[in-house]
């Protein structure tokens, strides 16, 4: 497995990163998926306790592997054998959740080694439900809570995303892409 | 070409999409209404009128069998396949994924050429897909992969070709759109109503944060088209809810009414030789998707650049960048230098930190190939 070639989804429990991961998946991903208890009991009635794993195939024997990180904050010890090298990051955010910025203060630093290296890209999910915070409200979060964070790409992609739509997460996974190199598809 | 359809006076060239959904129509139709030359006209799912080419989304659920069905009814009409493993699809003339203007007109182009014999002529063995060529750093020209038993004719890769003496500007502070922008700024509800028929054609309500619109983005593009000084304001209370009418929010409406009032041309407020630096990313999976809209905000989100640089750079079309920038603008996400009081160029050295901090070509192949793969799901 060439580790490079890995896309890790995070963020907290219920935020959609198990649903786009299904969503752009060439395989049935491989899901943890369990019951959830205690923490996580009132949000979701099932939820990944380890991670969950799937592939983009490119057709020439290389693939892109998707991970997505347990939700619960107790986990965090496995996120660091996520993001072992990779291609980016891409943080969901639960617009529903009491605190967003919290949430999002908490992921972006507790990946902070790996985002000073890859991009990051942001996916707001339930703003159908929640319409505030906006983007807009997100970019400025983001001043404040990324002040003491060396971010590859200081002015992320935040984007509205239903983790169930292909679009939108195919949206957020060209963002990365260009976030990396805006020149990708030109002729050299 | 056909005379069934005119806009301006010029004969259209119709076109029916086969097996594409909603997002992908839009962009085609985007992609047409800024292509001035060529005049195509994406035909809407109900017009019965016998289209001139076809192009087709093989990667769909239904794609396939809807591009047999239509290529069985309709021998003679040419059909552009599009997909992300142009392979699989040797008995089709094929464009591969990400599609890009500079490839999908010169196909277009080439199929409509009369040339019934080698569109007839059985299939001996796939040609180079394109997207291979756009993917591999060695290659340069740029092959449509065709079911010809003569060798595929070839595209040469039309690059944007950009003259700084011939861009037209337009003024976003003057006319229908500073009249907008005052009437959100002051809390005013407005209608804008086509004079010549009476029309009502949007109503915005800035005080819900919404605006109702009767016509769509193809619509009000031709209705900008025929005249800005036929749409007038009227006073938004004068009237009554319709339900034949969608709701955009404002920052849909903004981003939308100053792309199409753009219409590839400039806006006065942006030098075209200044940096330019987007402060943060538009909410791009809930506006209208404008061409090349991810790659040239990655590209001046990562460091300012003047438009000039930009379209050399990304090779991009101008009309792309002016349409992207007026819209970019009009939700106030650009920073940049105004155009009065300003005197010479500055030097634009961030760029080419930028060019600097690209991947190794092995990897900027890999990335690519991704891209196609994600672009083509």
Redo the contacts between chains.
């Keep these: 497995m060439r580790e490079d070639?890995k896309i890790v989804f995070t963020g907290p429990v219920g935020a959609g990163k198990t649903s786009a991961i299904s969503a752009?998946s060439d395989v049935p991903i491989i899901s943890t998926d369990a019951r959830a208890s205690d923490m996580t009991i009132n949000r979701k009635g099932h939820t990944t306790v380890a991670m969950d794993y799937g592939i983009?195939?490119?057709?020439?024997k290389?693939k892109?592997h998707l991970y997505g990180t347990p939700g619960q904050e107790r986990f965090d010890f496995m996120w660091d054998i996520l993001t072992t090298g990779g291609?980016g990051l891409i943080l969901m955010l639960d617009n529903t959740r009491p605190n967003p910025q919290k949430d999002m203060h908490f992921f972006l630093h507790a990946f902070k080694d790996y985002i000073a290296d890859v991009p990051v890209v942001l996916g707001i999910s339930k703003t159908d439900l929640n319409s505030r915070p906006?983007?807009?409200d997100y970019?400025k979060m983001l001043a404040e809570v990324g002040q003491d964070l060396h971010m590859l790409?200081p002015?992320?992609?935040?984007?509205?995303?239903d983790g169930r739509n292909?679009?939108?997460v195919?949206?957020?996974?060209?963002?990365l892409?260009?976030?990396?190199?805006?020149?990708?598809?030109?002729?050299? | 070409m056909t005379d069934k359809a005119q806009i301006a006076g010029t004969p259209s060239t119709l076109v029916r999409g086969i097996g594409l959904d909603t997002?992908k129509e839009a962009v085609f139709r985007m992609a047409f209404r800024m292509n001035r030359k060529a005049n195509y006209r994406f035909l809407e799912a109900d017009d019965r009128q016998a289209p001139d080419v076809a192009i087709a989304d093989l990667d769909s659920p239904d794609g396939l069998a809807e591009a047999d069905k239509f290529r069985k009814e309709n021998p003679e009409i040419p059909l552009l396949a599009t997909t992300v493993?142009p392979n699989n699809f040797p008995q089709f003339v094929t464009l591969t994924k990400?599609i890009?203007m500079e490839t999908l007109f010169p196909a277009l182009e080439q199929l409509l050429q009369p040339s019934p014999t080698t569109r007839e002529s059985p299939v001996q063995q796939p040609s180079e897909p394109v997207g291979q060529v756009?993917?591999s750093?060695?290659a340069?020209p740029?092959k449509i992969s065709t079911s010809v038993q003569q060798p595929a004719p070839v595209l040469e890769?039309e690059?944007p070709s950009f003259d700084p003496n011939q861009i037209d500007y337009f003024d976003p502070e003057q006319g229908l759109l500073a009249l907008v922008q005052r009437a959100i700024r002051d809390q005013i509800s407005v209608g804008i109503v086509d004079r010549r028929n009476g029309r009502l054609l949007w109503r915005i309500i800035p005080e819900q944060e919404k605006v109702d619109a009767s016509v769509s983005m193809e619509e009000a593009q031709a209705i900008f088209r025929e005249g800005e000084e036929n749409l007038i304001l009227r006073d938004g209370a004068s009237f009554t809810d319709n339900d034949s009418v969608h709701s955009l929010t404002l920052t849909e409406y903004l981003w939308q009414i100053h792309a199409i009032a753009a219409d590839g041309r400039l806006s006065k407020k942006i030098p075209l030789n200044r940096p330019v630096k987007?402060?943060?990313?538009p909410?791009?999976?809930?506006l209208y998707p404008l061409p090349e809209a991810?790659?040239?905000?990655?590209?001046l989100?990562?460091s300012p650049a003047s438009p000039a640089l930009t379209i050399r750079?990304?090779?991009v079309h101008s009309q792309a960048l002016f349409n992207f920038l007026a819209a970019a603008d009009a939700l106030q996400l650009l920073e940049y230098s105004p155009v009065s009081g300003m005197t010479s160029e500055p030097a634009i050295p961030s760029s080419t930190l930028?060019e600097a901090q690209?991947?190794s070509?092995a990897k900027?192949g890999?990335?690519?190939?991704?891209?196609?793969?994600?672009?083509g799901?």
Excluded: C, Y
């Design positions: 070639n752009i983009l195939h490119l057709g020439d290389s892109v291609l906006d983007t807009a970019a790409n002015v992320p992609p935040i984007f509205e995303v292909k679009e939108d195919k949206n957020l996974v060209m963002a892409l260009f976030s990396i190199d805006p020149g990708l598809g030109m002729l050299p | 997002r493993v990400p890009r756009l993917n750093a060695a340069t740029e890769r690059k987007l402060r943060r990313w909410n791009l999976t809930r991810l790659r040239l905000a990655a590209f989100a990562r750079m990304l090779q930028a690209r991947p070509p900027r890999f990335l690519g190939r991704l891209l196609s793969k994600i672009a799901l």
